[in-house]
T-cell receptor
Framework: EPEVTQTPSHQVTQMGQEVILRCVPI?????FYWYRQILGQKVEFLVS????????KSEIFDDQFSVERPDGSNFTLKIRSTKLEDSAMYFC?????????????FGDGTRLSIL | GENVEQHPSTLSVQEGDSAVIKCTYS??????FPWYKQELGKGPQLIID?????GEKKDQRIAVTLNKTAKHFSLHITETQPEDSAVYFC???????????FGAGTRLTVKP
């Protein structure tokens, strides 16, 4: 069964450094998402992406965050200057269709630890 | 915005028993309600979903019910097995809004 893959599985970064989290969505999917889950808290929506544009973002997704689809297969989340509170699990998801009421398929996440 | 509440936070059942997890939502415009299962070290896996034009949906041992009037939906697992042990999340979203809101999760333990 096709799946979303994320790398690395665990990233340790010094506060203030830039970090890039990578995702390969399911190949025929056109809609891509990033979520985060701080330890012990809910999974939170960050951003959705379609047709090389951000289609929606939450209040969490401020200027330190950016997303990119640098080629036909990868989808990345960049955090420009990491803070301690950015420590969390980051999940990438994709869906074949958009509109908010479509099944989203998640990767296994990247655990980001900021020191 | 949408707020999804989920309970219980933990649930322990004997193998073979049924398990029920309940969620409520606040936005009456929400029309899509997926359930995810998350095993240790893995991402959320979609196990079943329901749309607002349907009151109940079943897939083998798993069923979901939706009460639009009361704004709540439930996951029912029958004949539980140890491999059903995981954290289960409900979520809600609506058309033209990709901001899917999740419940806090229920840790289900099935004792052999």
């Amino acid at each position: 069964e096709p799946e979303v893959t994320q790398t690395p599985s665990h990233q340790v970064t010094q506060m203030g450094q830039e970090v890039i989290l990578r995702c390969v969505p399911i190949s025929n999917h056109l809609y891509f998402y990033w979520y985060r889950q701080i330890l012990g808290q809910k999974v939170e929506f960050l951003v959705s992406f379609y047709n090389n544009e951000i289609s929606e973002k939450s209040e969490i997704f401020d200027d330190q965050f950016s997303v990119e689809r640098p080629d036909g297969s990868n989808f990345t989340l960049k955090i420009r200057s990491t803070k301690l509170e950015d420590s969390a699990m980051y999940f990438c998801a994709s869906s074949a269709q958009g509109g908010g009421n479509q099944p989203q398929h998640f990767g296994d996440g990247t655990r980001l630890s900021i020191l | 915005g949408e707020n999804v509440e989920q309970h219980p936070s933990t649930l322990s059942v004997q193998e073979g028993d049924s398990a029920v997890i309940k969620c409520t939502y606040s936005d009456s415009a929400s029309n899509y309600f997926p359930w995810y299962k998350q095993e240790l070290g893995k991402g959320p896996q979609l196990i079943i979903d329901i749309r607002s034009n349907v009151g109940e949906k079943k897939d083998q041992r798993i069923a979901v019910t939706l009460n639009k009037t009361a704004k709540h939906f439930s996951l029912h697992i029958t004949e539980t097995q140890p491999e059903d042990s995981a954290v289960y999340f409900c979520a809600a979203s609506r058309s033209n809004n990709n901001d899917m809101r999740f419940g806090a999760g229920t840790r289900l333990t099935v004792k052999p």
